[in-house]
């Protein structure tokens, strides 16, 4: 549709692209295995648009392609790889905001009239509400996991060597942590995309 509102500014990627480039990063998170650096790095450098949205500092600013050796330096502040990775959640949410909107809009038929313009206005409207909301829970979820697992790790490093047992049994303590963590930002995701249909059926029975 021409002239179309959307939520998401980012145009050369799909849903299903963030979705890779997403998992992706949890894995890394998870393993630390450097091959998703380099099939992340592969994805966001044909994708400019979502590569700024994701990296929106100093990689955006110095128009460089993406490296795995660059992605290590930025990664070495686990915040920083959080932050990426809640930066890809919310990028997401407003891919699957999209996606509801342009499905409900489809409704009202084929042509961009004036009226169908503005029942789109008031869906994004909408939606982007939400996503302020659900952006402030995720930042709160990810910045109480990152203070909570920068303490545990500090203390249990002070065994890695004296106890090597109890080190890989506070090590395993701190994996399951993560998975909570991702599980948290998950149910977030999915609660939002629930709500957000249940919003714009309402939004779009109050104009019919």
């Known amino acids: 549709m021409e002239n179309q509102v ?19 990063m949890k894995e890394y ?30 990689l955006q600013r110095e128009h460089n392609k993406l490296t795995v050796q660059r992605m290590k330096e930025i990664f070495k502040s686990q915040s920083e790889l959080l932050k990426v990775y809640t930066n890809a959640q919310v990028e997401l949410a ?3 905001a999209d996606y509801v909107i342009q499905r409900e809009v489809a409704k009202y038929g084929e042509e961009l009239t004036a009226e169908k313009l503005e029942i789109q206005k008031r ?15 995720f930042e709160k979820s990810r ?9 545990q790790m500090q203390k249990t490093l002070q065994f890695k060597d004296i106890d090597p047992e109890y ?20 149910t977030l ?7 957000l249909q ?7 029975n109050e104009i019919k």
Do not use: C, W
């Not at 910045?143 to 303490?151: E, G, H, N, V």
């Open 189 to 195: 995701l999915e609660g939002f995309t629930e709500a």
């Open 29 to 58: 998170i998870q393993t630390q295995n450097e091959n998703h650096l380099q099939e992340i790095a592969s994805k966001l450098n044909s994708r400019p648009g979502l590569l700024g949205a994701l990296f929106p500092n100093a």
């Open 123 to 137: 869906l994004t409207a909408r939606a982007n509400a939400g996503i302020d909301v659900m952006t402030t829970e």
């Open 94 to 96: 407003k891919k699957q």
């Open 198 to 204: 249940q919003k714009i059926s309402n939004i779009s």
């Open 167 to 186: 080190y890989e049994m506070k090590m395993d303590s701190l994996r399951n942590e993560a998975k909570v963590f991702f599980k948290s930002i998950d």
């Open 143 to 151: 910045d109480s996991y990152d203070d909570k697992r920068a303490r």
């Open 6 to 24: 959307t939520v998401s500014q980012v145009q050369d990627a799909t849903q299903e692209e963030m979705q890779d480039v997403s998992l992706k």
